[in-house]
């Protein structure tokens, strides 16, 4: 006997019954979801037949209406002009919404040059501009990294001769070597065009040089002849104030000495970019410097 005291040849028709009836069941959904997507269908087409038909109806109102008009005839307004559309109240947030949409890149424009215009007068207001600056053309990695120590001791010996309440000396470096000038790629044009625009401003009077660079100066029309300035200083030859000879070095606390041969000198006021006034105050201004700094030279 089966479960339930049932053979299975008596549970079968029951078995099946039920497979019928969720068959059934299921083929009725169907049928069911079937008919509504048909009368789904049906009404959106009918939807579209009735707008075809209403609108071929105006159409052809508003034909005749044109015809009346034309005549002469009286004719309804509404259906040729078309009726007029009720202005729409915006909000204040939608008129504001609307006005930055539209004005997005005037904005961005006007936002810009604000900015702009702010950098440019805080950095004239802040920036602090050198009273006077030194080239150092001397390719001296160790010379370059106590540069800093130079301005501080040049800045002790500067007057505030542009009047911004502050005196500041600073350092220029333009390394000059046959390499640099000639064997550095890219960074070659860079060199002559740096050594050339400041030889042809008055931007730097005063210049460190050694005989390395002296290959792409003209020294003797460039330099002016200290010797007749200073005839008591012996570290003087001609144009050179040898700094070699100097204890510059160790009051730069510089951990190597100059290149050998290296020297300071001052330029020749020439009327180049600047004019000849221009030039000869610059040159005043670092001969002022230089005034200072040769007492506080000493034997190394």
Not at 49 to 74: D, H, N, P, S
Not at 181 to 187: I, W
Request: hydrophobic share 40%; proline share 4%; net charge negative.
């Amino acid at each position: 006997m089966a479960e339930n005291g049932q053979t299975p040849e008596e549970k079968q028709p029951e078995n099946v019954s039920v497979l019928r009836n969720a068959l059934e069941m299921q083929a009725k959904a169907a049928h069911e979801a079937e008919m509504k997507e048909r009368a789904r269908q049906e009404a959106f087409n009918e939807a579209q037949y009735q707008a075809r038909e209403e609108y071929a109806k105006t159409l052809q109102e508003e034909k005749v209406e044109l015809i009346r008009m034309k005549q002469g005839e009286e004719f309804d307004e509404e259906l040729v002009y078309g009726q007029p559309e009720e202005e729409k109240q915006y909000t204040f947030s939608e008129k504001l919404g609307n006005w930055l949409y539209h004005s997005k890149w005037w904005l961005g424009l006007a936002a810009f040059a604000v900015f702009l215009i702010g950098f440019l007068v805080y950095d004239y207001v802040t920036r602090v501009d050198p009273d006077i600056r030194i080239l150092l053309l001397s390719e001296h990695p160790e010379l370059y990294a106590h540069s800093p120590e130079l301005d501080t001791m040049l800045s002790g010996l500067t007057e505030d001769f542009n009047s911004d309440g502050r005196s500041l000396a600073q350092s220029v470096y333009v390394p000059i070597s046959k390499d640099t000038m000639e064997n550095a790629g890219s960074y070659t044009a860079t060199y002559n065009s740096q050594l050339m625009i400041q030889f042809q401003t008055d931007t730097c009077m005063l210049v460190i040089a050694d005989p390395a660079a002296e290959e792409y100066l003209q020294p003797d029309i460039m330099f002016v002849d200290l010797k007749a300035l200073y005839p008591g200083c012996k570290y003087i030859d001609g144009y050179k104030l040898m700094i070699g000879e100097t204890d510059l070095a160790a009051q730069l606390n510089m951990t190597e000495p100059f290149k050998e041969g290296a020297y300071l000198a001052l330029r020749v006021a020439q009327e180049n970019m600047n004019t000849l006034e221009e030039m000869q105050e610059a040159q005043d201004r670092a001969k002022a410097v230089l005034d200072k700094l040769i007492p506080m030279l000493h034997d190394k």
